[in-house]
């Protein structure tokens, strides 16, 4: 079946920097787009990234654009999400969500990692 | 900048019917934005219901479906449970190759 793990979160001051990631099994990683969704405590859903399964054309939320960078690597089936210059208001719950047949939405998802910005 | 608009909260009596929907601040959601819908309760991962409009994801009862509906997405959920009481949120898929979440609708069961 479909597993998606996050990790990498953790408690991180504002400015520094932080890898995620999502370690995926139980299907072919490298046929599918995954995503990056955030929830910062409290709050609804907001899209982060998406990474089509060829690693072209990334597209990133305005909030993010220019400090996060999502990747892949195929051959280990994990998808990772660099952030950077962290501010407080990137504190959230971080899910990887794979995508069905098309980059549009999202079929399964994680269990997220937690991401605390704070000096 | 892009808005989707779900109604913020709603209430269905056991057994019934409930509709929700998903808009654009402005223009209209078809069949190309993708809509998506996900249910999710308090401290638990989304769980995806519908995507592509109309296509049920695994395990997902009939219960549940999806439409367009004039110039909105919508989803009915048809004999409502207890369980059913969540957080729905649509996502709408733009051209720019951006997905945008709704603020989420607030379902009641009582």
């Known amino acids: 079946q479909v597993q998606l793990v996050e990790s990498g979160g953790g408690v991180v001051q504002p400015g520094r920097s932080l890898r995620l990631s999502c370690a995926a099994s139980g299907f072919t990683f490298s046929s599918y787009g995954m995503h990056w969704v955030r929830q910062a405590p409290g709050k609804g859903l907001e899209w982060v990234a998406v990474m089509p399964p060829d690693g072209s054309n990334k597209y990133y939320g305005d909030s993010v654009k220019g400090r996060f960078t999502i990747s892949r690597d195929n051959s280990k089936n994990t998808l990772y999400l660099q952030m950077n210059s962290l501010r407080a208001e990137d504190t959230a719950v971080y899910y990887c969500?794979?995508?069905?047949?098309?980059?549009?939405?999202?079929?399964?998802w994680g269990q997220g990692t937690l991401v605390t910005v704070s000096s | 900048q892009t808005v989707v608009t779900q109604e913020p909260s709603f209430s269905v009596s056991p057994g019934g019917t409930v509709t929700l929907t998903c808009g654009l601040s402005?223009?209209?959601?078809?069949?190309?934005?993708?809509p998506s819908w996900y249910q999710q309760t308090p401290g638990q991962a989304p769980r995806t219901l519908i995507y592509s409009t109309n296509t049920r994801s695994s395990g997902v009862p009939d219960r549940f479906s999806g439409f367009i509906f004039g110039n909105k997405a919508a989803l009915t959920i048809t004999g409502a449970q207890a369980d059913d009481e969540s957080d729905y949120y649509c996502v709408i898929y733009m051209d720019s190759g951006i997905s945008v979440f709704g603020g989420g609708t607030k379902l009641t069961v009582l």
């Open positions: 969500a794979k995508s069905p047949w098309h980059l549009s939405s999202f079929d399964y």
């Open positions: 402005s223009g209209s959601v078809s069949s190309s934005n993708y």
